[in-house]
């Protein structure tokens, strides 16, 4: 199946932009969506953002609406989260995923997922 990989986290002063990246090894079909999803230590792993790959509609967690920013590149097979005014309790384990499920706000609608990136924000 997809393989996912993950770059661009990083450590950051609280207000400061990261822009993780995640790239397919296969190809990503139209049917498809992909998500980014969050874990931090000892905490449940949340939903951040997510993306219809035919249509390019775009759906956010209520935490992070305005500030981040979800975006495809087709024909890279490769998706990207714009990360901006990031806060302490932003720091957290990110994954991304891709599936065919329809209630793409829930990690159940997602199959295949990567290894993560830390992102680290301080004050």
């Known amino acids: 199946q997809v393989q996912l990989v993950e770059s661009g986290g990083g450590l950051v002063q609280a207000g400061g932009s990261l822009r993780p990246s995640c790239a397919a090894s296969?190809?990503?079909?139209?049917?498809?969506?992909m998500g980014w999803f969050r874990q931090a230590p000892g905490k449940e792993r949340e939903f951040v953002a997510a993306i219809r790959w035919n249509g390019g509609s775009t759906y956010y967690a209520d935490s992070v609406k305005g500030r981040f920013t979800i975006y495809r590149d087709a024909a890279k097979n490769t998706v990207y989260l714009q990360m901006n005014s990031l806060r302490t309790e932003d720091t957290a384990v990110y994954y991304c995923?891709?599936?065919?499920?329809?209630?793409?706000?829930?990690?159940?609608?997602?199959?295949?997922w990567g290894q993560g990136t830390q992102v680290t924000v301080h004050s």
């Open positions: 296969g190809r990503i079909f139209s049917t498809h969506s």
């Open positions: 995923a891709t599936g065919r499920g329809w209630i793409i706000v829930r990690d159940t609608a997602y199959d295949a």
